[in-house]
């Protein structure tokens, strides 16, 4: 149990344009979501906590209104990254806590901007 | 604020060598710590998640540490195989916080 997915798991967008990566929690109902992303050779930074029903609390340094998150429901939140560019260009990993303390991950999307 | 380190950055040993892989963390007031895997491009796979109350963990071939009072964690894997491949995370969940600090990761290589 305890499995989260991601999708796409793979896009490639134009400069500019907008791309919504979705994040499910597949057999239970998740508490909290996270989004990270993650450079080449580089670990992975939080950017995001969002919580069902509620607005995301986003990390220093990471524009709102750039990366869009809504937790609609218990097992599905988004990230859209609006206007996209290639500095934009990144892994991106969800995770899902199902109990307080262990975060289970899904398989990341590979975002290319164009 | 919370910083984990991992040490060495990269790691080649040949099949059948037993092995261990260091994380150090700055603040000890830590509510647990975790072990992950990543395979290249993918996702994380969780392999140990040991409790602030708990000072080990053992899955397999695996076996993880925890000492809060000098700030570090190991991993130990027993007779290495070349499946076991691929870069290895630990993170940090700080006590009253929902977020893991992650280190930068050690990539092992296991030769046949």
């Known amino acids: 149990g305890a499995v989260v997915s991601q999708h796409p798991s793979r896009v490639i967008c134009k400069s500019g344009t907008s791309v919504k990566i979705e994040c499910r929690s597949l057999?239970?109902?998740?508490?909290?979501m996270f989004w990270y992303r993650q450079f080449p050779k580089q670990s992975l930074m939080l950017m995001a906590t969002?919580?069902?029903?509620?607005?995301?609390?986003?990390e220093q340094g990471v524009e709102k209104d750039k990366f869009l998150i809504n937790h609609a429901s218990l097992t599905l939140s988004t990230l859209t990254v609006t206007s996209a560019h290639p500095e934009d260009s990144s892994f991106y990993i969800c995770s899902a806590t199902r109990v307080i303390d262990e975060q289970y991950f899904g398989p990341g999307t590979r975002l290319t901007v164009t | 604020k919370q910083e984990v380190t991992q040490i060495p950055a990269a790691l080649s040993v040949p099949e059948g060598e037993n092995l261990v892989l260091n994380c150090s963390f700055t603040d000890s007031a830590i509510y647990n710590l975790q072990w992950f895997r990543q395979d290249p491009g993918k996702g994380l796979t969780s392999l140990l998640l040991?409790?602030?109350?708990?000072r080990e963990q053992t899955s397999g071939r695996l076996n993880a540490s925890l000492d809060k009072s000098s700030g570090r964690s190991t991993l130990y894997i027993a007779a290495s195989q070349p499946g076991d491949s691929a870069t290895y995370l630990c993170?940090?969940?700080?006590?009253?916080?929902?977020?893991?600090?992650f280190g930068k990761g050690t990539k092992l290589t296991v030769n046949p």
């Open positions: 993170a940090g969940l700080q006590g009253g916080s929902e977020k893991l600090v």
């Open positions: 040991i409790q602030s109350s708990q």
């Open positions: 969002s919580n069902e029903g509620s607005k995301a609390t986003y």
């Open positions: 057999d239970f109902q998740a508490t909290t």
